[in-house]
């Protein structure tokens, strides 16, 4: 057996809107041609690259101190940690939802329209935030991002990466819409919508997409998710276990009574073993290109 791949820093950003007195969040399907997850929907993020880890640079140009933002989104990460992430989360919710979580001053260059026709048209450059924040003053919205939850890829898993999941506000004035590359189909849903959804296989959601709406589920408006995240913090990594098995494979959250023991799998007892929304679950089996929840 050969050793699991080290796992790569990433950063998830769960973008959340009001709508018609409670919230949707908003969801973007991976390319069929994608090696993580591919044709799942998923929120918006990716891995960290090197220019996001330059803290002495970017703790310059962030909307609160640096010392706030380690307050506010710590927890286990230290300064550079914390600004390596969100900085990651920021320029990846822009390049693959075309979201901007920066505050740009009045009457400043045309780099925010140039990126944005650069997005559709063309590759952004690889350092084309900097680039904003260098020649139009953009300062990174550190203040609208909040703690969710740390993921960690199955060590079975061909890919696997380190994630952070924060949740941030729409911002006004500003809407989503897929890169057509990575990203191809992009849709706002209320979170019991998308597991309805994932469950009839017409917004098949990846294991963690899964989980978080979820864990959405009991907050029935934005009053009741903003007094959720004020008690939030990032929890002991989440590092789930997979077994590939005669039809697909399941998933074995860390939560499962049986987690880390030897078990038999009744592979013919499965569909029985479906939930519905809103019901508790500790295991994701994959079933013809979709995964679902079932109880233990």
Not at 50 to 60: A, K
Request: with cysteine; hydrophobic share 35%; glycine share 10%.
């Amino acid at each position: 057996m050969t050793d699991a791949p080290e796992p790569r820093p990433a950063s998830t950003v769960v973008l959340v809107r009001a709508h018609e007195g409670s919230f949707q969040v908003y969801l973007l399907k991976r390319s069929p041609r994608s090696a993580f997850f591919p044709g799942n929907y998923v929120f918006p993020g990716g891995g960290m690259s090197t220019p996001d880890r330059d803290t002495p640079w970017w703790r310059r140009h962030l909307d609160l101190p640096a010392e706030e933002a380690v307050r506010r989104l710590g927890g286990g990460l230290g300064e550079e940690g914390i600004i390596a992430h969100g900085v990651s989360g920021i320029r990846e919710t822009f390049e693959e939802a075309g979201v901007l979580l920066c505050h740009r001053r009045e009457g400043a260059g045309n780099t925010f329209e140039k990126i944005c026709l650069l997005r559709t048209s063309e590759r952004l450059p690889k350092g084309w935030l900097r680039e904003g924040v260098e020649r139009d003053g953009w300062t990174l919205s550190f203040s609208v991002l909040a703690r969710w939850s740390h993921w960690i890829t199955p060590e079975a898993m061909p890919k696997r990466f380190d994630t952070r999941f924060f949740l941030a506000f729409m911002p006004s004035g500003q809407s989503c819409a897929p890169d057509q590359r990575e990203t191809t189909h992009g849709v706002w849903l209320t979170p019991e919508e998308a597991l309805k959804g994932n469950l009839r296989g017409e917004t098949p959601l990846s294991p963690p997409t899964l989980v978080t709406l979820s864990e959405l589920l009991p907050c029935k408006n934005l009053p009741e998710l903003k007094a959720a995240l004020e008690a939030r913090t990032w929890g002991r990594p989440l590092l789930p276990l997979f077994r590939p098995l005669s039809r697909g494979g399941i998933i074995i959250e860390p939560w499962d009574p049986m987690y880390g023991s030897e078990f038999e799998v009744d592979v013919s007892r499965l569909d029985s073993a479906v939930v519905p929304v809103g019901e508790p679950f500790s295991r994701i089996w994959y079933r013809d290109g979709i995964w679902m929840p079932i109880r233990a």
